[in-house]
């Protein structure tokens, strides 16, 4: 029996652990931190104390060890079921189930798919949704990026320095981000851009050769040998349906923002999957707000 289990190893969570621990709790998180958006976002460049930038696998490491050092658990099993049980919660894993008193999630949200056919059958065979993961692989080669904000320019820049050629595709009339990133943009020599771009479909046999799209009524095909796709995030809220938690109009969990409590006593959600600013500094205030009121709530 844990006093409290954190569902998910991103900046939230391990914020969350911390506190917990600290608290003299015994902790565990549930999650791996080299699967968290956090630890394949590449440089953070606006994470305070860090002016030159860091990486985030290196900032989820240093979390995870400071969270470690006041005693907290980690074990990387992915939670398949949470039940509540009246004074406590099971969760249970594939090959394992553990207990606690108090549950936090804090399981982020994922990359949103484009939808069109041959994006899933090329998924790893060209079709990427980590540039810091698969960028690598397409040294010299072509690519195009399919998004529209700020997740779409970090990956044009971080791939103009590998690839030969850059190709943004965006369904908007121009790239909104932040304006440091457009500036940027426009020094690449190596980028080009179509908007009004309707994807239809991703196209290869073993590895992708093409995206086929439409601008207006109009088809078009890009050659490509990779397509990183940008398309902005969707919670993780299946443990939270499971466990029958009340949701937001735009399908996150709905917490008090004061205090991160969920519907349910004893589980409270931090992160991505309650919405708002998906930043690793705004993740990390709800899961600090979170621990203190699991802390609170255990008495």
Request: with cysteine; charged share 20%; aromatic share 8%.
């Amino acid at each position: 029996m844990h006093d409290v289990v954190i569902v998910g190893a991103g900046p939230a969570g391990l914020t969350a652990a911390m506190y917990c621990a600290r608290g003299g709790k015994k902790t565990l998180v549930l999650g791996n931190i080299y699967g968290s958006q956090a630890s394949m976002g590449g440089l953070y460049e606006n994470y305070p104390g860090f002016p030159e930038g860091i990486q985030g696998i290196e900032l989820s490491e240093k979390m995870l060890a400071q969270a470690q050092k006041f005693g907290a658990e980690n074990q990387t099993g992915q939670v398949e079921k949470i039940v509540n049980l009246g004074d406590f919660f099971r969760l249970k894993t594939e090959n394992w189930q553990y207990e606690a008193k108090a549950v936090i999630l804090a399981t982020g949200a994922s990359h949103r798919q484009i939808g069109v056919p041959g994006e899933k059958e090329m998924t790893t065979r060209g079709v990427s949704y980590c540039v810091h993961c698969d960028g690598a692989l397409f040294r010299n080669k072509a690519v195009a990026v399919v998004g529209h904000g700020n997740g779409a320019a970090r990956a044009i820049l971080y791939l103009a320095n590998i690839v030969s050629k850059v190709h943004l595709l965006s369904s908007r009339e121009k790239l909104v981000a932040e304006p440091i990133y457009l500036e940027r943009i426009t020094k690449l020599s190596n980028y080009t851009a179509t908007f009004g771009a309707e994807i239809t479909e991703i196209r290869g046999d073993q590895f992708v050769t093409s995206v086929e799209f439409k601008v207006g009524n109009t088809p078009r095909s890009l050659k490509v040998d990779g397509v990183f796709v940008e398309m902005g995030m969707k919670p993780n809220i299946e443990l939270a349906e499971g466990l029958g938690l009340e949701m937001t109009p735009g399908g996150f969990v709905k917490v008090n923002r004061l205090n991160q409590e969920t519907s349910m006593p004893g589980v409270f959600a931090a992160g991505d999957l309650t919405g708002g600013r998906m930043q690793v500094t705004t993740a990390v205030g709800s899961g600090a707000s979170a621990a203190i009121s699991a802390l609170q709530y255990l008495g």
